[in-house]
T-cell receptor, first 112, second 116 residues
Framework: KNQVEQSPQSLIILEGKNCTLQ??????????LRWYKQDTGRGPVSLTI?????NTKSNGRYTATLDADTKQSSLHITASQLSDSASYIC???????????FGGGTRLMVKP | DGGITQSPKYLFRKEGQNVTLSCEQN?????MYWYRQDPGQGLRLIYY???????QKGDIAEGYSVSREKKESFPLTVTSAQKNPTAFYLC???????????????FGSGTQLSVL
């Protein structure tokens, strides 16, 4: 069964600090891996999309890594800001054109 | 202002009642999707459509129905057969529906449905 597991479930950090969120998946075959940011009560917004051949992709202060051999990804947030408080969702695309497997998300709170 | 518009933001359903959630997009996308989000769980696909007048069931279609009469619109009806409808419902769209090809998926702002 295709699964995407994220850790930790929740995280509290101080403003200005860095943090790393983890994503492990069992989706096979693999097409791409996506990270989304979702503010409370809003729809998810895309941060990065990575294919099998990409092992790092950045979007401002967000840097995603992918290890397709171990089926792991991470999202690193640098110099956190209060506006980074949100849920971060890892999503994996398999071989069916319209099927995505979503992780349960990591809820990040950045405190002043 | 391009994007996906969902309405209403909040909706309440009485027992035995059908309710319809609206989703409109002006991105000229062929593919549209409906997802259900429960607290702490991953999004689950309810229905999707890649072309007008055609749609396919997702993983949890029971108790839901959709129509795709226009490219821009993909309304979702939550029927009385759906016994646990309380959830956050998200509509999304993509250019062609081939999400294996790094195609971006755009989401609306969601509708929170609660049972009275």
């Amino acid at each position: 069964k295709n699964q995407v597991e994220q850790s930790p479930q929740s995280l509290i950090i101080l403003e200005g600090k860095n943090c790393t969120l983890q994503c492990n998946y069992t989706v096979s075959p693999f097409s791409n891996l996506r990270w989304y940011k979702q503010d409370t009560g809003r729809g998810p917004v895309s941060l990065t999309i990575m294919t099998f051949s990409e092992n790092t992709k950045s979007n401002g202060r967000y840097t995603a890594t992918l290890d397709a051999d171990t089926k792991q990804s991470s999202l690193h947030i640098t110099a956190s800001q209060l506006s980074d408080s949100a849920s971060y969702i890892c999503v994996v695309s398999g071989d069916a054109g319209n099927m995505l497997t979503f992780g349960g998300g990591t809820r990040l709170m950045v405190k002043p | 202002d391009g994007g996906i518009t969902q309405s209403p933001k909040y909706l309440f359903r009485k027992e035995g009642q059908n309710v319809t959630l609206s989703c409109e997009q002006n991105l000229n996308h062929d593919a549209m999707y409906w997802y259900r989000q429960d607290p702490g769980q991953g999004l689950r696909l309810i229905y999707y459509s890649q072309i007008v007048n055609d749609f396919q069931k997702g993983d949890i279609a029971e108790g839901y129905s959709v129509s795709r009469e226009k490219k821009e619109s993909f309304p979702l009806t939550v029927t009385s057969a759906q016994k646990n409808p309380t959830a956050f419902y998200l509509c999304a769209s993509s250019m062609t529906g081939d999400l294996t090809a790094n195609e971006k998926l755009f989401f609306g702002s969601g509708t929170q449905l609660s049972v009275l």
